[in-house]
């Protein structure tokens, strides 16, 4: 994989690109050890992963769904869907 | 050896004899059963049998012996971490290769070298100092050095670096080595087989068997095969294993490439490694100029090999030695590396009964084969943490007691 096509600026060589890692949501009201688990632990399994990935020349996080086996981006997916509430 | 190979050619058979058996049955049970055959595994299966009488043993590799990380890396062996658990583990991992050769009875090509590693700023140079301390504290060969020092023993070294990023000094290693891996590999299996270790190639575990939090035995494309305990030494392959079990880890998986040049003279008899840089470089004993740099960007659970990566080492390679500019690329590869937070392993005891892990081995894992392999087959053999791998406990992660071993190769930090 070394260029992404990417529905907002279209194709784009993948070196334009920090990796972020896995998208994941914090546990908001939680005990020490479900958030050790949440600081440290990672989903590490081949397969799909929701990755964040930061384009550099214009500054914009964007989410792909990545095949970790094939190397393959199967989506984009809009940031609505990952988006968590921080409660008041 | 050309006209033996001959010979062998002309015969319809020959007596050369094999390092380890052909292919046998399973047995129904197994005290042990070991997840991987590569270096760690061997050494496991070695050390269980050797120390422990523990001889009713099975190594199941999926692929072929040391076919994965062991055959991958870059053969360096050092022990001038930073942490003090870091340097305990990996001298005495040093001190057990020193005398591998005359335990196996075959030559592992161990070859002392000298490592540097070279500080293109203050801050790198201050680190250098604090790691020479910690190391010089545990009795480990271990100093900062000037640029002269460096001139004189690495003369063919630019150490203005093309003026980019000159050299200000490095932290000198003077037991700093390479060895031959694979042999590594192979003396650990073939003194595990002559003790009575079964080791079973092209055999794939596809699930572990639990009895409430008890291991009971492993389920391969061979059949089911009952266990007392099930130890796994997978490397790049662990989060597979681990989620057979849905045990969570911080580790997750990113290639690390590496390649050779072709063949040359000796001319280098130093490893030289700049972490600002991200190269390491030394000459095997075949003449080829073995070099590795940084882990890739991001997660992939597969060894493919990359342009970007050849394309990126060369460039801060020639800067370092100009006349290799002219030099060829003759093989590169990746291994996957289970990346661990803290850059230390994650070993021994886990909270499935039965279950132990050996992982988490990164970018530094060839090392620690010899330690790893004792300290595992004793916390195996007495069902608890051996005192040198306590530090690097599953568990260290809800504890919030993490390693923080900066002194780790190849890795950005």
Known sequence: MKVFDCPVIGRRPISEFDYVGEVRTPPMDADETTWAEYVFNRNGAPGLLREWWYHRPTGRWYVMERDTVKDEVLRFIDLEDVRYDIPA | ?413
């Open chain 2, 1 to 413: 050896m050309p006209w033996r190979l001959l010979k062998h050619g002309l015969t319809s058979s020959h007596n050369e004899p094999r390092f380890f058996p052909e292919s046998r049955p399973l047995k129904p049970h197994y005290d042990v059963v070991i997840i991987g055959g590569g270096g760690h595994g061997m050494a496991c299966a070695y050390y269980l049998a050797k120390e422990h009488g523990i001889t009713n043993v099975a190594v199941l590799e999926q692929g072929y012996i040391g076919g994965g990380n062991t055959g991958r890396n870059t053969t360096i062996v050092r022990s001038n971490y930073l942490t003090p658990e870091g340097v305990k583990f990996y001298d005495t991992s040093l001190k057990l290769f020193e005398d591998l050769a005359d335990d196996f009875d075959l030559n592992i090509f161990y070859s002392t070298r000298g490592h540097f590693t070279l500080a293109h700023t203050d801050s790198a140079l201050r680190t250098m100092r604090w790691r020479a301390e910690v190391n010089k504290h545990h009795g480990i060969d271990s100093e900062v050095v000037d640029r002269d020092f460096i001139a004189k023993e690495v003369p063919y070294m630019d150490l203005d670096c093309a003026g980019h990023s000159p050299v200000m000094g490095a932290l000198y290693h003077a037991p700093g080595a390479v060895a031959r891996h694979d042999a590594v590999a192979w003396g650990y299996a073939r003194g595990a087989y002559n003790r009575g270790v079964e080791i079973h190639q092209k055999t794939r575990v596809n699930a572990i068997r639990t009895q409430g939090d008890r291991v009971t035995g492993v389920e391969t494309d061979r059949g089911f095969v009952s266990c007392n305990k099930v130890v796994s030494m997978v490397a790049g392959s662990t989060p597979r294993i681990t989620s057979m079990l849905g045990l969570q880890t911080p580790i997750e998986i990113y290639p690390l490439q590496a390649c050779v040049s072709e063949p040359v003279k000796p001319f280098m008899d130093t490893i030289v490694v700049s972490g600002s840089l991200h190269v390491y470089v030394s000459q095997s004993s075949r003449g080829e100029m073995v070099m590795g740099a940084s882990v890739d960007p991001s997660v992939l659970h597969s060894t493919r090999s990359s342009f970007d990566f050849v394309e990126g080492l060369t460039d801060k390679m020639i800067d370092l030695f100009p006349f290799m500019s002219r030099m060829k690329v003759m093989r590169q590869w990746a291994g996957m590396s289970d990346i661990t937070p803290d850059f230390a392993p994650i070993m021994g005891k886990t909270p499935i009964d039965g279950f132990y892990l050996d992982a988490g081995w990164g970018t530094w894992g060839f090392k620690a084969t010899p330690v790893s392999g004792k300290t595992m087959a004793w916390t195996l053999a007495n069902d608890r943490n051996h005192e040198l791998i306590e530090p690097f406990r599953l568990s260290r992660f809800t504890d919030f007691d993490l390693v923080g071993e900066k002194g780790a190769a190849s890795v950005g930090h």
